[in-house]
């Protein structure tokens, strides 16, 4: 399994950004997508993520402000950020894993694979 995140980039507060994830080989059917980001010196925290279920969840720290969303079709899932702020400066990062019962999908320890992070950067 591998994941791309792409979209980031520089900008001014109160803008927005559009992060994709394309998810490529061979999944579980019942998946769960999740973003994380970490800041320089914080640890990775939990964004957002989406279940094969459509059940969908957000940290309090965005939640009214972005929006997760898949296209199956294309494999990719999507992290629409509005209203940006500078605390929002981070790597983000996109997971994916199966959908297990048990497991936490806020919990980053529950996520086998990872893609490389994207840079979001949002200046005041």
């Known amino acids: 399994v591998q994941l791309q995140a792409s979209g980031g980039g520089l900008v001014q507060a109160g803008d927005s950004l559009r992060l994709s994830c394309e998810v490529s080989?061979?999944?579980?059917?019942?998946?769960?997508v999740g973003w994380f980001r970490q800041a320089p010196g914080k640890e990775r925290e939990f964004v957002a993520c989406i279940r094969w279920t459509r059940a969908i969840y957000y940290s309090d720290s965005v939640k009214g402000r972005f929006t997760i969303s898949s296209d199956n079709a294309k494999n990719t899932v999507y992290l629409q950020m509005n209203s940006l702020k500078p605390e929002d400066t981070a790597v983000y990062y996109c997971?994916?894993?199966?959908?297990?019962?048990?497991?936490?999908?806020?919990?980053?320890?529950?996520?086998?694979?990872w893609g490389k992070g994207t840079q979001v950067t949002v200046s005041s």
């Open positions: 997971a994916c894993d199966q959908d297990r019962s048990g497991t936490d999908p806020r919990m980053a320890s529950h996520y086998a694979f």
């Open positions: 080989g061979r999944i579980s059917s019942y998946y769960r």
